[in-house]
């Protein structure tokens, strides 16, 4: 596969890839076929055609552009891999924006464990270790006020959340998710924040 094929997706090159003309989707499937006979050269053209809407989709899905590039150059190389298994008597474009999902959803996944791990990681341990570093009362000033005051009567104080929601005067359901989202809230608060390293006596 030509090295060229697959270019980075720099700004001044998006936008070229957005001035080229509407692709003839009539050939995509000729030039697959072309490409699976020897002719990889070929594929050249259907990244040139492809490549600017399959990013804009990628940064719109994923909210990052770097994200997006890695997604379109995945995409990309799946394609040139399938080449040979293409079939030239079905429709190019749903085949290519299938692949192009499929790494798109496996991204976000990915994303989701990822963001999920960083929650589970908030637990009552969790937490306390970072009070002891001073680092929670200062993301908790950050929360809205109920979230922040049932995390600190969950983890701090060890109420249940029928007792928490007894002191906050809410119901039961209100008091849980108030400490979910405050968990969540927090995850992503300690994911932007540099530890803070506290100098015991």
């Known amino acids: 596969m030509p090295a060229s094929s697959l270019l980075p997706l720099s700004a001044e090159n998006v936008a070229d890839r957005t001035a080229m003309a509407e692709p003839a989707v009539d050939d995509d499937a000729r030039i697959m076929e072309e490409a699976a006979a020897g002719r990889v050269e070929r594929f050249e053209e259907i990244v040139g055609r492809h490549q600017s809407p399959l990013f804009r989709v990628a940064v719109s899905r994923l909210g990052d552009r770097a994200a997006a590039e890695d997604a379109v150059q995945e995409t990309f190389l799946a394609v040139f891999r399938g ?10 474009r749903p085949w290519l924006w299938t692949i192009h999902k499929n790494v798109c959803d496996a991204w976000l996944k ?19 270790a970072v009070e ?54 927090l995850a992503t608060l300690l994911d932007e924040s540099e530890p803070v390293k506290v100098r015991h006596p």
């Open 132 to 185: 002891e570093r001073l680092l929670v009362r200062e993301l908790l000033e950050r929360l809205p006020t109920e979230q922040a005051e049932a995390v600190r009567l969950r983890f701090f104080g060890s109420l249940t959340y029928d007792e928490i929601a007894a002191v906050q005067e809410c119901p039961t359901p209100t008091a849980k998710n108030r400490v979910r989202y405050a968990l969540q809230k």
């Open 110 to 128: 990915k994303e989701q464990r990822r963001k999920s791990a960083t929650v589970r990681r908030v637990t009552e341990t969790t937490v306390d």
């Open 83 to 92: 080449r040979m298994s293409f079939r030239t008597d079905q429709p190019f």
